[in-house]
């Protein structure tokens, strides 16, 4: 089945580590986004990618860092630097919007992230 | 900053009552998108508004786009229990295909 895979679904991080989050698309969308979402609060773009081996800043890119190397897959790196890092993080991806329907966003699963 | 403010944050209705969440932008956009997030979910996509004006149904739900196409607004008429989650509305700018997501309004709906 085609679809965004996210993992792991449950990470927890001791405080000065960085941890990695995994996404993978088989949708062939050539956009892909990472969102934070804390309790009871909206979604905050982190990183944003719209093509291979290129990637912008979103709203709250300081502490995290992200790669595009290949089309279907957009690691999303927490680091030591993220001061709060404990939230739900949502992958997603569309097709850029050139089709009609084409820039609908496909969530992953999510994975919860959690400091001890 | 914000740029996309939803409101209300949190909405309570009896099953059968109607509910309204709304949207509205500082610019103008291209498009809004509205998505649900059923409670320990992820958001899922409902409808997408283009063009300016523009009024959608499904089922009970009526999706509507402002003329200036800087608000937008959901309705839900006679919620049932399955209508419980977030409903987040998402508007792009100048179709650069970078979306900026309202705080969405979470519903409760009480048998």
């Known amino acids: 089945d085609g679809g965004i895979t996210q993992s792991p679904k449950y990470l927890f991080r001791k405080e000065g580590q960085n941890v990695t989050l995994s996404c993978e698309q088989n949708l062939n969308h050539d956009a892909m986004y990472w969102y934070r979402q804390d309790p009871g609060q909206g979604l905050r773009l982190i990183y944003y990618s719209q093509i291979v081996n290129d990637f912008q800043k979103g709203d709250i890119a300081e502490g995290y860092s992200v790669s595009r190397e290949k089309k279907e897959s957009f690691p999303l790196t927490v680091t030591s630097a993220q001061k709060n890092p404990t939230a739900f993080y949502l992958c997603a991806s569309n097709l850029s919007g050139t089709k009609l329907g084409g820039n609908t966003i496909y969530f992953g699963e999510g994975s919860w992230l959690t400091v001890v | 900053g914000q740029q996309v403010m939803q409101i209300p944050q949190y909405q309570h209705v009896q099953e059968g009552e109607d509910f309204t969440t709304y949207c509205n932008s500082s610019t103008t956009l291209s498009n809004i998108q509205w998505y649900k997030q059923r409670p320990g979910g992820h958001p899922v996509f409902l409808i997408q508004?283009?063009?300016?004006?523009e009024v959608k149904k499904q089922k009970r739900l009526t999706f509507q786009f402002g003329e200036a196409k800087k608000n937008s607004s959901l309705h839900i008429t006679a919620t049932q229990t399955t209508d419980v989650g977030t409903y987040f509305c998402?508007?792009?700018?100048?179709?650069?295909?970078?979306?900026?997501f309202g705080s969405g309004t979470k519903l409760n709906v009480k048998p």
């Open positions: 998402a508007g792009e700018r100048n179709n650069f295909n970078k979306f900026y």
């Open positions: 508004l283009v063009k300016s004006g």
